[in-house]
């Protein structure tokens, strides 16, 4: 990244003002300049993490780091277009840094290869925005016994449910569905299915047997939509304008359509 001098329209450099023409005039001025002294913390490079960083880079914040541990797999190629052909073995954060950096080099990008387990607290002070959110399990804990979770059963997403099925097989395999072994997880998903919906006291019903098919890669058309949704609720904390959604965003990339549940 090369520093540039400021000046011209109230700080923003004539540069950055023509690069970030049509963003200052959606969200305003002061918005851009929020954005463009924020840096953010990144972690996880699969497919959706690519397409945070792509928007987040393209928006113009200071500076961001892309930190993951993993290396490259054969999987990572179907979805994570930031790593170029050849990078199997390679750090996943490594690999995208080129052409991550490509995108705007303006911001200043990163790759951490460490673990995030492992980083002292102090680490995440520097950044405006980190990537880490409440504990999931508890965030989706709904009480579903009592007549206002009953009635409000009919209109919530399916999605909801098989958030908590891959959430358990998560839990208990320490590894999301694997194509790799794709008959055996497809029955431990279909158990984990009756175990988990008989315990929330709803119907198998709510997710036919078809659903395990969806589980066993990261689609690129949906990372897009989700990596858009996410990358803008990142953008309107750091920017100040606009009210975060509350509190799910739930996309089926079956039907192509997505909705904001308040669970």
Request: charged letters at 25%.
């Amino acid at each position: 990244m090369v520093e540039k001098e400021e000046g011209g329209l109230g700080g923003i450099s004539e540069e950055e003002a023509a690069q970030y023409d049509r963003q200052i005039r959606l969200w305003g001025l002061e918005a851009q300049k929020r954005l463009r002294a924020s840096r953010v913390l990144l972690v996880g490079m699969k497919g959706l993490g690519a397409e945070v960083a792509k928007n987040l880079i393209l928006a113009g914040v200071k500076g961001l780091t892309m930190l993951d541990h993993q290396q490259v797999s054969q999987e990572d190629t179907r979805a994570q277009f930031l790593i170029p052909g050849g990078s199997l073995g390679r750090n996943r954060a490594e690999a995208s840094l080129e052409r991550a950096q490509n995108l705007n080099p303006m911001v200043d990008v990163k790759a951490d290869p460490e673990n995030v387990e492992t980083k002292p607290e102090e680490f995440f002070t520097q950044f405006d925005a980190v990537r880490v959110f409440c504990q999931l399990k508890e965030a989706l804990a709904v009480d579903w016994s009592g007549e206002k979770a009953k009635a409000a059963l009919k209109r919530t997403a399916p999605d909801y449910f098989l958030l908590q099925v891959l959430l358990k097989f998560r839990t208990d395999n320490a590894r999301d569905p694997s194509p790799q072994s794709y008959a055996r997880d497809s029955q431990v998903l279909l158990q984990i299915r009756r175990d988990v919906l008989e315990a929330l006291g709803v119907g198998a019903d709510l997710l036919p047997d078809e659903f395990v098919s969806y589980c066993f890669s990261e689609m690129a058309p949906v990372c897009a939509v989700l990596g858009g949704v996410l990358g803008q609720e990142v953008v309107k904390a750091l920017s100040q304008r606009d009210p975060p959604h509350n509190n799910f965003f739930f996309f089926d990339g079956i039907k192509g359509s997505g909705v904001v549940e308040r669970l």
